[in-house]
Antibody, heavy 120, light 108 residues
């Protein structure tokens, strides 16, 4: 069974940088598939941030591109998100997930999510 | 950018059939996926590639996609089906993952 777990700070001050890590178990990320980051602001819908392949290739949301870096570490079976210049509008639950964009583009496994509060 | 439109809320009587819609331009040319999300929980995939159910999802959940509208049908609605339901596509022309705004299903 594939499992994903987000880790990182729950509180970040503006305009600092958020760093989150997703640890994958039950599947070797070097075996394939894309691995993505998503977020959901309080009371709002889901927003795709970006997805990374095991080779390091990244597809990202152009509305966030200038602030986002997504990396993958196959040796640790982890991938990460860095988002800079944070504002209160970035307060959200952040999810990592497996992105099957080569198979119709659905998301089959999700982490439980981690709440990030951006506040001074 | 591609947009998906969902009604904010749908109500269904206990034991009846709920039909939740997702609208988009020429949506039938894309694969539509549906997620159930309960408060404080991560989304759960309930339908993928228009009509397919992942293992563990009851047969009461079914999907269709035609023209500009995809539909998630929940038969014999139960109290436990109360949740937000989100539709999603992968726009191959832009490579973006796109979600609808979600529909809150209330079982009366």
């Amino acid at each position: 069974q594939v499992q994903l777990q987000e880790s990182g700070p729950g509180l970040v001050k503006p305009p600092e940088t958020l760093s989150l890590t997703c640890t994958v178990s039950g599947y070797s990320i070097s075996s394939g598939y894309y691995w993505g980051w998503f977020r959901q602001a309080p009371g709002k819908g889901l927003e795709w941030i970006g997805s990374v392949y095991y080779t390091g290739d990244v597809y990202d949301n152009p509305s966030l591109r200038n602030r986002v870096t997504i990396l993958i570490d196959t040796s640790r079976n982890q991938f990460s998100l860095e988002m800079g210049s944070l504002t209160a509008a970035d307060t959200a639950v952040y999810y990592c997930a497996r992105d099957l964009r080569g198979y119709g583009g659905y998301i089959d496994y999700w982490g439980r999510g981690t709440l990030v509060n951006v506040s001074s | 950018s591609y947009e998906l439109t969902q009604p904010l809320s749908v109500s269904v009587a206990l034991g009846q059939t709920a039909r939740l819609t997702c609208g988009g331009d020429n949506l039938e040319n894309k694969h539509v996926h549906w997620y159930q999300q309960k408060p404080g929980q991560a989304p759960v995939l309930v339908i993928y590639r228009d009509i397919n159910r992942p293992s563990g999802i009851p047969e009461r959940f079914s999907g269709s996609n035609s023209g500009n509208t995809a539909t998630l049908t929940i038969s014999r609605a139960q109290a436990g089906d109360e949740a937000d339901y989100l539709c999603q596509v992968w726009d191959s022309s832009t490579t973006w993952v796109v979600f609808g705004g979600g529909t809150k299903l209330t079982v009366l």
